[in-house]
């Protein structure tokens, strides 16, 4: 409860408009720089190469969410397209990409025009010899991101995954849903970090945490290919032991983390012999992503202070 | 390091007979009665039929330890006969022995008076229809041990099980030996709490922990039936994890818990479907084993100085 509000609580400030044009005029002395790879792409592509150094797999992400301009998605989608050429010369690489991204927030022909662009950049992260994850965004965007990457899946792309969030109520059953597909699906999961209102999402973390738990384990079950997308420590540790109990092959799963989240816990997963993927973020559109790792963390935001006056 | 160090120290000061003597004198002031059930049967026979009602199945320890004269043997063997005729009356309840209750700290003819006394105790039980727990004191008595155990399991006992220690360095290669067993053994695996060498014990605590969850894997992979005896919330926690990915059936493995400790644990496992033990200590001779509980967990140290000065 207590974590609870702390999260909404700062995530309401973080709306505040002052609030907003204090933090994006002095991002990067407010220790943005640990969560944001860079603003352009020649820092990401700096920082997946570092990362292939530390035998840590990537996947980039270019930040900017809930786009409401065809202008606005077309820049995206070209900038997304630059950046997976931008891939193609090393392996263990992925590319995510927000709904809105595609044109999904757009007023009229949405689900069209997000379908076409998901089609361009699939074929391109095919060429590219990389994944491509069609990331969530807040829940109005559910039900059109799962249809975009059910139909890819149905049109025979084997390089698509998606993303289901286990503080949405709804998500146990899209689960179930996804795992019906033949091929099974990739799947990442996550807790989940926007602020919902409070009727579609569970209030209580322990439930979103057991929630998360119960989808993994029955996403690995079912034989789909499962990323855990989660800092939660007790988690992973159990989600190790189940790995090991049903025998799953290494290839099945990842665990993903964060680009400057618990780098130590990073490297400890690696040497125990998991695939371990970074979600490298970058862009000039940092603030919504900046603001949630603070809202997730207290310790995040302890960070930030210490750098501002210690 | 300081959680081996807070224990060694405690062990020692412990081991002062002016410390020794005065707890031993106001020891139920002391909290003794939290982690014991009482000085006589009968007052452990009402605290199992407690955890009857809690849906927590019991195993019985007549407190006693490194008994050497004949007379404390026969003495031991004797109210632990008696006390196997009282477990009776109800299923569910086992009854755990120590090698020198046994004999094996006679001066002469230990492992024959010992194995005697170890058949007629396992047969009594039989007829109880209880289990009887081979449990394990310091190093010294580790051979004798398990040579009752695999005595008794070569005799067609099939009530027997025995105990291993992951703290000493041998307790992995020990565990190998006993799952080539057939039938499969019966295996209460711990971390252990003795006071022992440097050079025979893992020093370690996190390598400790990894090796009593290698060993509780091994043991369930191998098919045997474990006894799951720790305290430790994140070993517990993997367990479940590796149990569910595995598919070990319920009957395979349980929880035990000491009477006393973390009985919110005790309960939520239970809800969670699992078998749960409680280890139930009685008897006059509880002051080691009060120590080693102190010495366990400051926590613990704690609760007594809070009832002594509180």
Request: proline share 4%.
């Given at each position: 409860?207590?974590?609870?509000?702390?999260?909404?609580?700062?995530l309401a400030v973080a709306n505040l408009p002052p609030v907003a044009g204090f933090v994006k005029r002095f991002g990067w002395r407010l220790g943005v720089g640990r969560f944001v790879a860079g603003e352009d792409l020649d820092s990401a592509v700096a920082v997946l190469k570092r990362l292939d150094?530390?035998?840590?797999?990537?996947?980039?992400?270019?930040?900017?969410?809930?786009?409401?301009?065809?202008?606005?998605v077309s820049a995206m989608v070209q900038e997304i397209e630059t950046a997976l050429t931008r891939l193609a010369s090393a392996p263990q690489r992925a590319?995510?990409?927000?709904?809105?991204?595609?044109?999904l927030g757009l007023r009229e022909g949405a689900i069209d025009t997000a379908l076409k662009n998901a089609r361009r950049?699939?074929?391109?992260?095919?060429?590219?010899?990389?994944?491509?994850?069609f990331d969530m965004e807040n829940h109005p965007y559910v039900d059109g991101t799962l249809t975009i990457y059910r139909t890819l899946h149905a049109e025979g792309f084997d390089n698509v995954s998606t993303v289901l969030q286990s503080y949405l109520k709804r998500s146990l059953q899209d689960l179930d849903d996804l795992l019906a597909l033949t091929p099974k699906p990739v799947l990442?999961?996550?807790?989940?970090?926007?602020?919902?209102?409070?009727?579609?999402?569970?209030?209580?973390?322990?439930q979103v945490d057991r929630l998360l738990r119960e989808m993994i384990y029955r996403g690995l079950e079912a034989g789909a290919h499962i990323d855990i997308a989660t800092h939660d420590?007790?988690?992973?540790?159990?989600?190790e032991a189940f790995v090991r109990g049903a025998k799953i092959p290494p290839e099945q799963y990842e665990f993903q983390l964060l680009y400057g989240v618990k780098p130590k816990l990073q490297q400890a997963l690696r040497q125990r012999g998991h695939t371990v993927r970074i979600y490298v973020p970058y862009g000039k559109d940092w603030y919504g992503y900046y603001s949630r790792r603070l809202a997730e963390r207290p310790a995040n935001l302890a960070f930030?202070?210490?750098?501002?006056?210690g």
């Open positions: 409860m207590l974590e609870l509000t702390y999260r909404r609580s700062l150094e530390q035998g840590l797999a990537s996947i980039l992400d270019l930040l900017g969410e809930f786009v409401a301009s065809p202008e606005g590319m995510s990409v927000k709904p809105t991204q595609l044109g950049l699939a074929r391109r992260a095919q060429e590219a010899g990389a994944r491509l994850c990442r999961l996550v807790k989940g970090a926007y602020l919902e209102p409070e009727q579609i999402v569970y209030r209580d973390l322990a420590e007790t988690l992973i540790r159990e989600t930030v202070l210490r750098g501002l006056f």
